[in-house]
């Protein structure tokens, strides 16, 4: 399934638009994403999907719950990606490192427009699914940033 999107850099949000851009094209590019799943994604000027790197004020606007997290519609068309997580992780909670968690953001949010909801860790030792809410931590499961295993 091709899926159009475009990448966008909130007004308040100061952040290189063109650098944010190439950096979604390569988490959705990545062979262990969505892609895995048959989807394929593709940059255009009139998207399916609107993926935007928004500071937690534009989230809580949005109507997202938690503005300290990213979100997105579920089987929707706006995606919210935290600019202070985009650029600072939480690889206390999640165990990635940036690069990874970004891996996880992306995915994860294209999860839910996707229609895919939230998902327990299924045991210890095992990978976290790109669907469980990684950023609160992810208790027994180990690292994980592929959609599937």
């Known amino acids: 399934m091709r899926i159009t999107y475009q990448a966008i850099v909130d007004p308040d949000v ?17 062979p262990h994403g ?47 990606l935290n600019a202070m997580r985009w650029t600072g992780s939480m690889q206390n909670r999640s165990k990635l490192d940036l690069y990874n968690y970004r891996q996880y953001m992306v995915s994860h949010e294209m999860g839910h427009i996707l229609g895919k909801d939230h998902v327990a860790c299924p045991g210890p030792g095992q990978p976290a699914p790109i669907m469980m809410q990684q950023t609160l931590g992810i208790g027994e499961c180990v690292p994980n940033t592929r959609v599937s295993q």
């Open 14 to 30: 100061k952040y290189d638009a063109r650098k944010f851009a190439e950096e979604v094209s390569v988490y959705l590019q990545d």
């Open 34 to 80: 969505w892609k895995s799943q048959g989807y394929t994604f593709e940059e255009s000027k009139r998207p399916a999907v609107l993926i935007h790197l928004s500071s937690p004020k534009t989230i809580q606007q949005s109507g997202c719950e938690d503005p300290t997290l990213s979100c997105a519609e579920m089987n929707g068309r706006h995606m919210h």
